[in-house]
């Protein structure tokens, strides 16, 4: 089989609310969820979908820039390629756009490697997980992410959202390290049991990540994701050395390669998996094999995903057994999507679809709708 052709669509889908991270607001209402959908057909007719969905004040890649990097080398790199090869698929891509120690735009890269997966799995007829070979959970639950400027609005916040079948928060902090501590507690007290963890995007330096560790140990509070920057190493030992908590890395490990490095030098505990950061399931499902076999704790994440990329990860977290609530939190903020049937949520849960490839249809009139006037 041979990838015949790609088709590339950017993307503009309105949102309902605004995520803050540590950095200010991930992107304004008026910008919307930016993304290219890619579009990969086989000669044989067989079709399959992904996404490349960047969060510009996360990572460095942009919608312009993922376009540009798909249509001038990422696409002619992998066409005409078998698409059952997708190990081969990325050192062609690879060799274009070199991984460095992130591995090389990897949202340009998702696209291709969910779409790839995407096309297979329905020529096979089977659901996406179970070309991972693992059902160890059919559903998973989704954290509430909160990101609140004061103690009472993350209150109520957190209560609406347990109302509203959540039994995870991801609370937001870095932003304002004085009032971090009241709004953690907020969450923790108004959650009823739910697991809450701070996420700080890189945004503490190493004293006030140690005083949110020890905040987090007399809460009861078990892990903390990503206290501070990717190149504060000894910040992270001291928190290691510490025992407070559990880090959780998230930017800090983009590749299998750099979670062997961080466990060479004992310096990580947990990861948070996100596929479109690994540049596609391909190298995400491996760092998930690593942290399996390592003891390392394990849990799911996203970049306000868009359905396409949040029902790949949904595949991916399930197969892999993740028990806690994940961050796919593209529902709590994407107001509309370009799917021909809505997805299905039962209470913050999200039944893996045991249909082929990924199980979702994408609606062209939707996606042309959605359209951005960008030169193609
Ligand atoms: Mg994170």
Not at 189 to 199: I, K, L, S, T
Not at 210 to 215: F, G, I, K, P, T
Not at 257 to 279: P, Q, S, T
Not at 309 to 331: R, T, W
Request: include cysteine; hydrophobic fraction near 45%; charged fraction near 25%.
């Amino acid at each position: 089989m041979k990838i015949e052709r790609i088709e590339l669509f950017a993307v503009r889908l309105p949102l309902k609310a605004v995520l803050t991270l540590a950095r200010g607001a991930s992107r304004s209402i008026e910008e919307g969820k930016r993304l290219v959908l890619l579009k990969m057909t086989g000669d044989d007719g067989t079709v399959g979908w992904g996404e490349s969905g960047p969060s510009r004040r996360w990572s460095a890649e942009t919608l312009e820039s993922c376009l540009t990097s798909l249509r001038e080398y990422l696409v002619p790199a992998v066409l005409g390629r078998d698409p059952f090869d997708i190990a081969g698929l990325h050192e062609s891509m690879n060799r274009e756009l070199a991984p460095m120690l992130d591995p090389g735009q990897p949202i340009a890269k998702n696209a291709i490697d969910v779409a790839a997966h995407d096309l297979v799995c329905r020529k096979l007829g089977i659901p996406l997980q179970s070309w991972f070979g693992a059902k160890r959970r059919s559903e998973v639950r989704l954290a509430r992410l909160v990101s609140a400027e004061t103690p009472e609005q993350a209150e109520r916040i957190t209560r609406d959202a347990v109302t509203e079948g959540y039994q995870g928060f991801k609370v937001k902090v870095g932003h304002w390290p004085t009032r971090d501590a009241d709004i953690l507690r907020a969450v923790r007290d108004a959650a009823e049991g739910g697991f809450v963890w701070p996420d700080a995007n890189q945004g503490y330096d190493t004293e006030q990540a140690l005083a949110m560790a020890r905040l987090c140990a007399g809460l009861g509070i078990t892990i903390f994701e990503q206290p501070v920057s990717v190149s504060n190493i000894l910040g992270l030992e001291a928190l290691r050395r510490s025992g407070l908590v559990t880090v959780v890395l998230d930017e800090s490990v983009m590749s299998p390669a750099m979670i062997i490095d961080f466990l060479r030098r004992d310096l990580i505990e947990g990861i948070a998996v996100k596929v479109n950061k690994a540049g596609g399931l391909h190298h995400a499902r491996q760092m998930c094999d690593i942290a399996l076999n390592s003891g390392l704790k394990l849990i799911g994440s996203g970049l306000m995903d868009a359905p396409i990329g949040f029902v790949a990860s949904s595949h991916l977290f399930a197969a892999y057994g993740m028990e806690l609530p994940v961050d796919l939190n593209g529902p709590q903020f994407i107001a509309e999507d370009y799917l021909r049937e809505p997805l299905v949520l039962e209470r913050q849960t999200f039944c893996i679809p045991d249909r082929p490839g990924l199980g979702i249809e994408v609606d062209e009139e939707k996606v042309a709708r959605f359209g951005l006037p960008v030169a193609a």
